[in-house]
């Protein structure tokens, strides 16, 4: 759905998270559960006056920090107010003001506390309440006063910009995004788990806020640095590994083999609440059990369980409790904090000040700070005794060294120092197993197709649930073309990609079988009159007309064939094959009664010539190769394909060249397929009858999400563009770490994946955080089809903010959901809006262009060979190739602006950043040590 948008509005809803604090305050104002006490020590002497207008300037600008709560007519609204900061010079001790409540109805959200003359440098307690604060608002929060400070000092006014849009904008957007489907979904698979998660020592106490103590802790530096190293080697992130730690311990001092640990996520789930000061944590339920027999199985178990947090993050926790009456769904949390520290050189960072209350019943916060890695153990001292923090910290940070280091050792032998309180084995509370639960029957054909397909790529899965993803359970976006291929063959039911792929889960398909209409099969189509190119083929017909452009929409292919593959068979086969396909066919012409180009398929086809080249030297040969691969096509008067046999001393070479007008890659491959199925006598399908156009295509989300971006790419050119882009290209190649793993974590393709550690690549040599690249979508729904399905989409990969690599990914993945939704928009429209005034000198929109494909080889014995000279069409095509062992990264790139040593530079800083994320997607992805 589209982000939040400006609507200038002072009153507003509350956010679905704002509701349960407001609750909570409205109940008991002067409780300090949700009070963010933010205490830090100033390098100097604080001016009291500039810091007081800094914080006023600060609370203009962020409007929830000016924000009271109000209930109208039986509506919980939130009101914006001028700002208003109260701040005062104190003397009494600073938890005594930590501690002081907050009326939200009657005064503002923040106020400032000073204590002077202290020895080395005044201190500073800011006191938010949590309703208006988050742990990532912190770097913009102090970001924004440090600048309106140093002005203020200076004499200036602050300018610290505008924001595209306010926290009240986002509670809108929340409410209105609340997914009814999903919520029951996941309340369903929840209250499968049993209820009552209790510790040993636990005592009886009634439900609502409680005192509470925190215990601090060091996690040695070699402990945290083989988290790592373990996470990298089994493709999981250091967030697993700590929750696999972490659940194992629960799972002893609870007695419990199945329970929900609550994982508080960041939740902010679009780029425009990237830099907005508010409260949009979530807390996540995650399902653990203690089956597994060793920790690299447990991480292997958790890691789905936890792409839930990414999954569910927009779900609203206490709307899940209303869900699920009676039970509680997070009594133990877990939050790893890596937010990146509020950079300034005023003060130093600040330490939030405990409240002596607890959210939880147990909570394990891990952080990174610049003084290493620190865990708080927070509980409720009404629940447990004070003595359960150090004994249960201890007991993580041995298990979790012990793990670490032992990964593959059976977890039975690993004794904890402590243990719990008490031993008593509890008795679980049994879970009512809800028929919301259960799959529909156009879902379990889903979940069958899923396991069918993913099982022919060699992944085999137990029987997925409702909300699995194809791409984490091992999918990829060529398999899932096959997916609906199947999906039309066993049930008739005609699913287009772009459908699918917007929500690749069990439930959507379903949903996709269930209302999908059957198509008619496939039949040959008929000589026809002219009829309407289609929007692709209009946009390659007028850059045929560049006449430096012309080679560029040129798809050829080499194939040496071993010595005794026969000629006349294969000539045979390849004329029957170019027969058979109307696209092939075609002849194009500019009707200028319509003014539009205008096609015709009743043309004779092309046939395959023959040249004996066994005595040519290697230099005659290879230009005659580069003369059938590049030689245009004259698109009104031929056959837009050619193919010939040339026979060297080690048998055939086939070369197959066609316009972009009418094949695309797949194209190519049904082609070589058919042609060895004619060879072998096989019967070929019949050929496959041109879908009509579709409805024009609705472009506003697509355009939206893309607006802003810059139009171009800063590349690292050697040399500057000419007038006219050229074309003459190069390649380099190199492996990459294989990011697929992580990437299911994130629901992403490998593709998506690699768009992210390319523009983090690229980022590094520039101070550009935000790209467009260009990619490719085939929106074929029939696998034997011949023709030019594939549109140009655009995907955003937005780097500001220092997000960390998992955020990269959901952004990019969020994207994608995007682009795939508006799949059917033609790509000259979206450059039509956002880049209207191009020019010849680059691609429209962004010389950088990604793609994704599977490792293929020709059928009878056939090689691929490399194409010299090579045409490409944007100044960078990177193309990563899945393969069994791995990934595979091949850059294209245009000789005339680029030196080889500068790619070979560009693809080494590329797999950097993959390395970087394989091994940690908690850290920031754009790293010092990527530059």
Not at 718 to 738: C, H, K
């Amino acid at each position: 759905m589209n982000g939040p948008a400006r609507l200038h509005s002072t009153v507003a809803p509350l956010s679905f998270a704002q509701e349960r604090l407001w609750f909570v305050n409205t109940a008991a104002p002067e409780s300090p559960v949700y009070n963010v006490p933010l205490f830090f020590r100033w390098r100097g002497e604080v001016d009291v006056a500039a810091l007081h207008r800094a914080l006023l300037a600060v609370a203009r600008k962020h409007e929830v920090l000016r924000t009271t709560y109000e209930d109208r007519d039986g509506e919980r609204v939130q009101v914006v107010g001028e700002a208003r900061v109260p701040v005062e010079v104190i003397t009494h001790a600073p938890e005594t003001e930590a501690r002081r409540g907050f009326d939200l109805a009657a005064e503002p959200p923040v106020r400032c506390a000073v204590w002077k003359g202290l020895p080395g440098g005044d201190a500073v307690l800011l006191t938010i309440h949590h309703i208006a604060v988050d742990g990532w608002s912190l770097p913009a929060l102090f970001g924004d006063l440090g600048t309106a400070y140093d002005a203020e000092l200076a004499g200036r006014r602050p300018e610290l910009g505008e924001l595209p849009v306010q926290y009240a904008d986002f509670a809108v957007w929340d409410r209105a995004g609340l997914d009814e489907a999903l919520l029951t979904r996941r309340a369903a698979e929840l209250a499968t788990v049993p209820a009552g998660l209790r510790l040993g020592g636990a005592r009886p106490v009634q439900d609502g806020v409680h005192t509470g103590d925190q215990h601090r802790f060091a996690l040695p530096a070699g402990t945290w640095a083989a988290v790592g190293d373990l996470a990298g080697s089994l493709r999981a992130t250091p967030f697993v590994v700590l929750l696999a730690a972490w659940a194992e311990v629960i799972g002893r001092w609870s007695a419990r083999e199945e329970f929900l640990i609550g994982a508080v996520t960041a939740n902010r789930t679009h780029p425009a609440v990237e830099d907005l000061v508010g409260f949009f944590v979530n807390t996540v339920p995650l399902r653990c059990t203690t089956r597994p027999p060793t920790f690299a199985r447990r991480c292997a178990e958790l890691r789905r369980e936890a792409f839930g947090s990414l999954t569910y993050q927009r779900i609203p926790f206490d709307q899940l409790v209303a869900r699920t009456p009676g039970r509680g769904l997070a009594e133990v949390g877990f939050a790893l904090q890596n937010m990146p520290a509020p950079d300034t050189t005023r003060w130093t960072a600040p330490d939030v000040l405990p409240t002596g209350t607890a959210k939880y019943d147990v909570l394990l916060i891990v952080e990174e700070t610049a003084d290493g890695v620190v865990g708080t153990l927070e509980h409720d001292t009404q629940r447990y005794p004070r003595e359960l923090g150090p004994r249960l910290a201890e007991d993580f940070v041995a298990l979790l060294a012990r793990a670490v280091a032992e990964p593959e050792a059976p977890l039975a032998g690993f004794a904890l120092p402590h243990g719990p309180l008490e031993t008593p084995r509890p008795s679980p509370v049994p879970a009512v197993v809800q028929d919301g639960g259960e799959l529909s029957e156009p879902e379990r054909h889903a979940a069958e197709l899923f396991r069918a397909v993913l099982a022919e790529a060699g992944v085999e899965i137990a029987e997925p649930a409702r909300g699995a993803n194809f791409f984490t359970l091992g999918g990829h976006s060529l398999l899932a073309v096959g997916l609906l291929a199947r999906a039309r063959r066993e049930h008739g039911a005609a699913v287009r990609p772009s459908e699918f792929l917007a929500d690749p889960t069990v439930a959507r398909l379903g949903e996709l079988l269930r209302s999908a209409t059957a198509r008619p099969e496939p039949a040959a189509a008929p000589v026809d009159g002219p009829r309407p190119a289609t929007s692709t083929q209009q946009r390659f017909w007028f850059l045929d007309r560049i006449p430096e452009l012309r080679a560029a929409y040129l798809v050829p292919t080499v194939v040496h064939f071993p010595g005794e593959t026969g000629v006349d068979e294969l000539r045979g086969a390849v004329d029957t094959v170019l027969a058979r396909h109307p696209s092939l066919r075609s002849r194009f012409r500019l009707d200028h009664g319509q003014k539009r180009v205008v096609r015709t398929t009743s043309g004779p086809p092309a046939r395959a010539t023959v040249t004996d080249a066994r005595g040519w030297d290697e230099g005659k040969l290879a230009d005659h190769v580069a003369e059938l691969c590049w030689t245009p096509f004259d698109l009104a008067a031929d056959a837009p394909v050619r193919a010939e046999l040339v026979l060297v001393a080690t048998g055939v070479r086939l070369v197959l060249c066609a316009h972009h007008m009418v094949v695309d890659g797949a194209s190519v491959r049904v082609l070589l397929e058919q042609v060895a199925a004619v060879v072998r006598g096989e019967d070929l399908p019949e050929p496959v009858a041109e879908e009509p156009p579709g409805a024009q295509a609705d472009s506003s989300d697509l355009i939206a999400a893309l607006r802003g971006a810059p139009t171009d790419v800063r590349l690292p050119h050697d040399r500057p563009r000419a007038s006219v882009q050229s074309i003459l290209g190069a390649t380099r190649g190199a492996d990459v770490a294989d990011l697929r793993a992580v990437a299911k974590e994130s629901g992403c393709s490998a593709f998506a994946a690699t768009a992210a550690v390319l523009a983090v690549a690229l980022a590094g040599r520039s101070d550009q955080r935000d790209f467009l690249f260009a990619f490719p979508w085939s929106g074929r729904e029939h696998p034997d089809a011949v023709g030019m399905f594939v549109n140009t989409l655009v995907l955003r990969a937005d780097l500001r903010g220092g997000p960390t690599w998992r955020e990269v990914l959901a952004r990019v993945r969020d994207a994608a959901s995007v682009a795939y939704r508006a799949a059917d928009v033609p790509f000259d429209e979206v450059v039509a809006a956002l880049h209207p005034r191009r020019d010849l000198s680059r691609p429209a929109l962004t010389p950088v262009y990604v793609a994704a494909e599977d490792e293929w080889r020709p059928p009878l014995g056939g090689v691929l060979l490399p194409l010299d000279p090579l045409a490409v069409k944007y100044e960078l095509e990177l193309t990563v190739v899945e393969t069994a062992s791995g990934l595979r990264l091949s850059a294209a790139y245009q000789a005339d602006l680029f030196d080889d040593s500068t790619i070979e530079d560009l693809l080494a800083d590329v797999q950097k950043a993959a390395a970087a994320l394989v091994t940690n997607p908690d850290r920031p992805a754009c790293e010092e040590t990527l530059r």
